[in-house]
């Protein structure tokens, strides 16, 4: 078994799956037993300021084994996993040389994992594959991110030969819940830039997001028997039915790919005198992100001046930025990441991320940090799995973007 599959294994076994609405930090304390057994690993391998701190982090040093100044680099992983789907008693299961037809994962279920409704899975003929049992979601996101980390550190130490500067480690909680970087010590870590290693199909390089914001709507109806309604009753159910439809169909997350953002309804619930709502709302382009939240406020305004004044409350939150304003000022960081991608035969794609990571909030944090490919696929379900090849891949980027640093 090779040292990175070892790893893997090893650390999907732990349930660190994250919670919302947690008043922790971090929000589920399970996810220590992890950070826990990282900060020994580390210690064994020899790295140096090796530390946990109070709210979960797990950050180490492995110095320099060349005199020359280089940049400092770091390479970031989290270790929760989705609350989507259940991390507990996870059984990994290893399908080698995949022959590119269903795969049976639960016998007992009859659950399998089928091309037909994941046609990824045909890219994958010949390779070893890591899939669940059908009943938890496997982990690699972001494990598998984890053990490319800790391997790469191992080869590392293991081939004193191949040159490399200073290299932070550092692994974070709470990612899934949108907590991930919440009190991070960036100067405290001390990296020039980072990587975080979370991503999925192989050749993935993705230093853009989303611009992020999420929308809280109260509604305040008046409740009348439907008896006596006429010209009395204001259903908040109906007022929020009417809100949702004044926004744009075509702006909806189901109509939209790519680079297209969209508004998104996520919770409606109430009655007739108060409802509530929540949206999130999603957009790569800065310009068109605040024209979105701007069309909110013009229904809101909308449905005031229907309803009466004070009917319907909107709040809008910004979440993250989109880090391609951060990443662009410093084009070696993707061109070293570029360079390593080729170097171990990979050829770099860059992919706009529909969503956020912790890079993005580390980037507004003044730590520039893109995101790198770890070969996992249908994160946040029971369908997840890994390809072992392409790990394998992502833990010899990170080894290559070391060494090719000192070269610069």
Same mark, same amino acid.
């Given at each position: 078994?090779?040292?990175?599959?070892?790893?893997?294994?090893? !650390?999907?076994?732990?349930?660190?799956?994250?919670?919302?609405?947690?008043?922790?930090?971090?929000?589920?304390?399970?996810?220590?037993?992890?950070?826990?057994?990282?900060?020994?690993?580390?210690? *064994?391998?020899?790295?140096?300021?090796?530390?946990? +701190?109070?709210?979960? !982090?797990?950050?180490?040093?492995?110095?320099?084994?060349?005199?020359?100044?280089?940049? &400092?680099?770091?390479?970031?992983?989290?270790?929760?996993?989705?609350?989507?789907?259940?991390?507990?008693?996870? =059984?990994?299961?290893?399908?080698?040389?995949?022959?590119?037809?269903?795969?049976?994962?639960?016998?007992?279920?009859?659950?399998?994992?089928?091309?037909?409704?994941?046609?990824?899975?045909?890219?994958?003929?010949?390779?070893?594959?890591?899939?669940?049992?059908? #009943?938890?979601?496997?982990?690699?996101?972001?494990?598998?991110?984890?053990?490319?980390?800790?391997?790469?550190?191992?080869?590392?130490?293991?081939?004193?030969?191949?040159?490399?500067?200073?290299?932070?480690?550092? /692994?974070?909680?709470?990612?899934?819940?949108?907590?991930?970087?919440?009190?991070?010590?960036?100067?405290?870590?001390?990296?020039?830039?980072?990587? &975080?290693?979370?991503?999925?199909?192989?050749?993935?390089?993705?230093?853009?997001? /989303?611009?992020?914001?999420?929308?809280?709507?109260?509604?305040?109806?008046?409740?009348?028997?439907?008896?006596?309604?006429?010209?009395?009753?204001?259903?908040?159910?109906?007022?929020?039915?009417?809100?949702?439809?004044?926004?744009?169909? /075509?702006?909806?997350?189901?109509?939209?790919?790519?680079?297209?953002?969209?508004?998104?309804?996520?919770?409606?619930?109430?009655?007739?005198?108060?409802?509530?709502? $929540?949206?999130?709302?999603?957009?790569?382009?800065?310009?068109? /992100?605040?024209?979105?939240?701007?069309?909110?406020?013009?229904?809101? +305004?909308?449905?005031?001046?229907?309803?009466?004044?004070?009917?319907?409350?909107?709040?809008?939150? +910004?979440?993250?930025?989109?880090?391609?304003? =951060?990443?662009?000022?410093?084009?070696?960081?993707? $061109?070293?990441?570029?360079?390593?991608?080729?170097?171990?035969?990979? *050829?770099?794609?860059?992919?706009?991320?529909?969503?956020?990571? +912790?890079?993005?909030?580390?980037?507004?944090?003044?730590?520039? #940090?893109?995101?790198?490919?770890?070969?996992?696929?249908?994160?946040?379900?029971?369908?997840?799995?890994?390809?072992?090849?392409?790990?394998?891949?992502?833990?010899?980027?990170?080894?290559?973007?070391?060494?090719?640093? &000192?070269?610069?």
């Amino acid at each position: 078994m090779t040292d990175v599959l070892e790893r893997f294994l090893r !650390y999907v076994k732990i349930d660190t799956q994250s919670a919302y609405n947690s008043e922790t930090y971090p929000s589920t304390l399970k996810q220590l037993d992890l950070a826990r057994l990282l900060e020994q690993e580390l210690r *064994e391998l020899g790295l140096e300021e090796v530390k946990l +701190d109070q709210y979960g !982090y797990v950050t180490a040093i492995l110095p320099a084994n060349i005199d020359k100044p280089v940049a &400092t680099i770091g390479f970031i992983a989290h270790m929760d996993t989705s609350p989507a789907a259940s991390g507990k008693d996870v =059984k990994p299961c290893l399908v080698e040389n995949y022959d590119g037809e269903d795969i049976l994962l639960n016998e007992e279920k009859g659950i399998h994992l089928s091309p037909s409704e994941f046609p990824d899975l045909k890219n994958h003929i010949g390779q070893t594959l890591v899939v669940t049992d059908g #009943t938890t979601l496997l982990g690699a996101d972001d494990k598998a991110g984890i053990a490319a980390i800790m391997s790469a550190v191992a080869t590392l130490l293991a081939n004193p030969d191949i040159p490399h500067g200073k290299i932070r480690v550092g /692994f974070t909680p709470d990612e899934e819940v949108g907590a991930g970087v919440d009190h991070f010590d960036v100067a405290g870590f001390g990296a020039d830039f980072a990587y &975080t290693v979370d991503g999925g199909d192989v050749g993935e390089f993705s230093y853009e997001n /989303f611009n992020a914001a999420g929308a809280k709507i109260k509604i305040q109806g008046k409740s009348v028997h439907p008896g006596a309604a006429k010209n009395k009753l204001i259903n908040a159910l109906q007022v929020g039915i009417d809100f949702h439809n004044l926004l744009p169909t /075509f702006d909806r997350p189901e109509h939209t790919e790519k680079r297209e953002g969209f508004i998104h309804l996520t919770q409606m619930a109430g009655e007739a005198d108060e409802a509530h709502m $929540e949206y999130i709302i999603r957009d790569h382009d800065r310009e068109q /992100f605040e024209k979105k939240k701007e069309q909110m406020r013009l229904a809101a +305004d909308f449905i005031n001046h229907r309803y009466g004044a004070q009917t319907l409350a909107l709040e809008i939150r +910004d979440q993250y930025f989109n880090m391609l304003e =951060k990443i662009q000022p410093h084009p070696e960081i993707v $061109e070293l990441a570029h360079a390593a991608y080729r170097a171990v035969g990979v *050829e770099p794609v860059d992919v706009p991320v529909r969503g956020g990571t +912790d890079g993005s909030r580390l980037s507004f944090m003044g730590l520039p #940090t893109p995101n790198l490919f770890t070969g996992g696929y249908n994160y946040h379900g029971r369908f997840e799995y890994l390809s072992l090849d392409e790990l394998k891949l992502a833990t010899k980027v990170v080894v290559e973007i070391c060494r090719l640093n &000192t070269e610069k």
